[in-house]
């Protein structure tokens, strides 16, 4: 396997679980959150979901000064209306990463434009794969508190 195909595996099974936890959130709970200052469930799934669009313009180095999400103004329905909507943009970010070759991984440099750090792009990838397992570990976090049955994701 090349390292894109490696790092497309990586990201395609953190989704895959992240998207069984998501499954186990009952509509009722949707809007839960664990303090006044947390993100909902709902709104920690589009945040990860929403990401998408953005690490692809970031890692093709696009213009991020006038970004506008997609999803603005875009109402929480369900999970699997978020799911659906989101993957057209999955698939163009997952297209984006194939198409690196690995000179491109490792000496193209992402500026991340949330803090203005300088990383290889193999690198800034990898990131992107923890920020969402960060989030499916807070969101198992949330079921637990929600009394939830957590889905088994260590297969």
Same mark, same amino acid.
């Given at each position: *396997?090349? /390292?894109s195909e490696l790092i497309i595996l990586n990201f395609t099974e953190i989704r895959r679980k992240s998207i069984k936890l998501w499954n186990a959130l009952p509509q009722t709970h949707y809007? %839960?959150?664990p303090d006044n200052n947390a993100m909902s469930a709902m709104e920690m799934i589009r945040h990860v979901l929403e990401a998408d669009y953005g %690490?692809? *313009?970031i890692i093709n180095q696009q213009d991020m000064a006038h970004y506008k999400t997609p999803w603005e103004s875009r109402p929480f329905i369900s999970v699997a209306k978020e799911l659906e909507f989101y993957e057209p943009y999955r698939k163009i970010f997952l297209e984006s990463v194939s198409r690196f070759s690995e000179i491109e991984l490792n000496e193209t440099k992402i500026v991340h434009p949330g803090n203005g750090e300088k990383k290889p !792009? /193999?690198?800034y990838l990898l990131r992107i794969g923890?920020?969402? $397992?960060?989030h499916a570990g807070q969101? !198992? $976090?949330y079921l637990r508190a929600m009394e939830i049955n957590r889905p088994e994701i260590w297969d």
């Amino acid at each position: *396997m090349t /390292a894109s195909e490696l790092i497309i595996l990586n990201f395609t099974e953190i989704r895959r679980k992240s998207i069984k936890l998501w499954n186990a959130l009952p509509q009722t709970h949707y809007h %839960w959150k664990p303090d006044n200052n947390a993100m909902s469930a709902m709104e920690m799934i589009r945040h990860v979901l929403e990401a998408d669009y953005g %690490w692809n *313009m970031i890692i093709n180095q696009q213009d991020m000064a006038h970004y506008k999400t997609p999803w603005e103004s875009r109402p929480f329905i369900s999970v699997a209306k978020e799911l659906e909507f989101y993957e057209p943009y999955r698939k163009i970010f997952l297209e984006s990463v194939s198409r690196f070759s690995e000179i491109e991984l490792n000496e193209t440099k992402i500026v991340h434009p949330g803090n203005g750090e300088k990383k290889p !792009l /193999a690198q800034y990838l990898l990131r992107i794969g923890y920020h969402e $397992s960060v989030h499916a570990g807070q969101f !198992l $976090s949330y079921l637990r508190a929600m009394e939830i049955n957590r889905p088994e994701i260590w297969d």
